[in-house]
Structure formats: structure tokens, C-alpha cells
């Protein structure tokens, strides 16, 4: 499914650690046009919930699907607004 999903910019956060992957989500799709959608490459594990859990409770963004590859999670990020 995941690679249907058309990325507008993808954002490399591999090897960054709690909290940096959601922060540089944050400016990264602050940079996008509404419709945009961002992935987000990570290593760390804890960018699952952080990242779903940013998304759930900021306003403008909406997590379209999380992927959990071999120590890689990607995340698809539309910005809605």
C-alpha cells in the first residue's frame, strides 16, 4: 500500500533519536502546501507512537500510514491545511 502513497518530499531522520524525527517532521511539513504529503524515514522505534501521536493532536496534519520495515519506520504525513 505504502507505495502507492505519492510523497511530495521525503525526509531522511535515520539515526536521530527522541525527539529530533518529530521535530524535524514539524518543520519540514510547515515548509509544505496543503494536499503535500512528507515521509519520514526513521530508525528509531519510538517514532511510531511519537510521530502518531504528534499528528493526532496537531491541527493541519493528518497521519496517512506508518510502515515498519527491516529497523526502518516510514511515515506518510499529508498536511491538510
Not at 531522520?13 to 518529530?22: D, E, L, S, W
Not at 512528507?38 to 510502515?67: F, H, N
Request: proline share 2%.
Amino acid at each position: 500500500m505504502s507505495n502507492e502513497i505519492d510523497a511530495t518530499e521525503t525526509l531522511d531522520v535515520q539515526g536521530a533519536n527522541c525527539p529530533m524525527p518529530v521535530i524535524k517532521t514539524k518543520q519540514a511539513i510547515d515548509g509544505l502546501s496543503a494536499g503535500d504529503v512528507l515521509e519520514v524515514v526513521a530508525t528509531d522505534s519510538g517514532s511510531m507512537s511519537d510521530i502518531k501521536g504528534w499528528a493526532d493532536s496537531t491541527g493541519g496534519v493528518e497521519l496517512v500510514d506508518q510502515v515498519e520495515g527491516d529497523g526502518v519506520y516510514t511515515h506518510y504525513v499529508r498536511k491538510t491545511e
